[in-house]
Nanobody, 124 residues
Framework: MVQLVESGGGAVQAGGSLRLSCTGSGYGFNCMGWFRQVPGKEREGVAATYGGGVTYYADSVKGRFTISLDNARNTMYLQMDSLKPEDTAMYHC????????????????????WGQGTQVTVSS
């Protein structure tokens, strides 16, 4: 059974940083990603990694967020810098996708496994 658990969310002022972690069982997936969701809106793809280190980012976070993997710790990270109020959302990690090629790697329906999420709140 695959289990993904996120941590590292919290409240921060605009311009600040947070690092999210996603730890779980069953690593060795063909791809993994981070998504975020605000109540009343669709889940949005933020960043993905596949093919042993290839990364892909949404335009809204490019240059500010960095996705990485630590296979020894079975953990995926999302380093978030220069945070903005519009980054406020519930952040979920996902693993195991049907299609790794962008932009599919940032499409939520493309993924098989999900964590419960961790809240990020950025104040102005």
């Amino acid at each position: 059974m695959v289990q993904l658990v996120e941590s590292g969310g919290g409240a921060v002022q605009a311009g600040g940083s947070l690092r999210l972690s996603c730890t779980g069982s069953g690593y060795g997936f063909n791809c993994m990603g981070w998504f975020r969701q605000v109540p009343g809106k669709e889940r949005e793809g933020v960043a993905a990694t596949y093919g042993g280190g290839v990364t892909y980012y949404a335009d809204s976070v490019k240059g500010r967020f960095t996705i990485s993997l630590d296979n020894a710790r079975n953990t995926m990270y999302l380093q978030m810098d220069s945070l903005k109020p519009e980054d406020t959302a519930m952040y979920h990690c996902a693993a195991g996708c049907h299609e790794t090629t962008p932009p599919q790697s940032l499409v939520s329906d493309n993924y098989n496994y999900w964590g419960q999420g961790t809240q990020v709140t950025v104040s102005s």
